[in-house]
């Protein structure tokens, strides 16, 4: 089992859609939980990062961590076509710095 | 530098040749990571170096790669006698070792798109 596991994609949803990209995780001892874009031949970029249970919004995204139930998701309010990109969930544990990613998700929004 | 740079962005190579891939981190970040992306995959730890300490090998995934970090800044990532499942994206994190900013989050290049034909 991997210690990250992600929703499989492509998601293709409508312009203005509220979208949910979900990750769950195995290791308790994870504890900085990182959601990162990659838009095609980039590498990824970090959205937002959180490390206590509840919700952290920025602009529409907003993350949601629940460390009882081991997962994490990322909101995504009024989707634009610029938001078609791979979602990767990360995390990594209290004084390490290996993190782990998830395989990511697809994510199209038609305009 | 004001980004992660990588290079080259592609290499296509002989099975069998060895490939050197080239890292230039954020001026003054001192963790400087590597990981590879396969088609529809996520992304693998290779390999992590901190400071002056002995990198982080644990995810090399054979003894026909290897990296190095020269004055704390570039590093290269080497594959020797490379095989057809070497095939991926090879991309270049770096991180201030600051407190918590390590763990928020790294500065990823654009990658090295390796293809072994």
């Known amino acids: 089992q991997k210690e990250v596991e992600q929703d499989p994609g492509p998601l293709s949803v409508p312009e203005g859609a509220i979208v949910s990209l979900n990750c769950t995780y195995s290791n308790s001892a994870f504890q900085y939980f990182m959601w990162y874009r990659q838009y095609s031949r980039k590498g990824p970029e970090l959205l937002m990062y959180t490390y206590s249970s509840g919700n952290k919004e920025d602009g529409r995204f907003t993350a949601q961590l629940n460390k009882a139930s081991q997962y994490v998701s990322l909101l995504i309010r009024d989707s634009q076509p610029s938001d078609s990109a791979t979602y990767l969930c990360a995390m990594t544990k209290t004084g390490g710095f290996k993190t782990i990613f998830g395989a990511g998700t697809r994510l199209f929004v038609k305009a | 530098g004001a980004g992660v740079s990588q290079s080259p962005s592609n290499k296509v190579t002989e099975k069998g040749k060895d490939v050197e891939l080239r890292c230039d981190p954020i001026s003054g970040h001192t963790a400087l990571y590597w990981y590879r992306q396969s088609l529809g995959q996520g992304l693998e730890f290779l390999i992590y170096f901190q400071g002056n300490s002995a990198p982080d090998k644990s995810g090399l995934p054979s003894d026909r790669f290897s990296a190095e970090r020269t004055g704390g800044s570039v590093s290269t990532l080497t594959i020797q006698r490379t095989q057809q499942e070497d095939s991926a994206v090879y991309l270049c994190?770096?991180?201030?070792?600051?407190?918590?900013?390590?763990?928020?989050?790294?500065?990823f290049g654009s990658g090295t798109r390796l293809t072994v034909v």
């Open positions: 994190a770096s991180s201030s070792s600051r407190t918590g900013e390590a763990n928020y989050g790294y500065t």
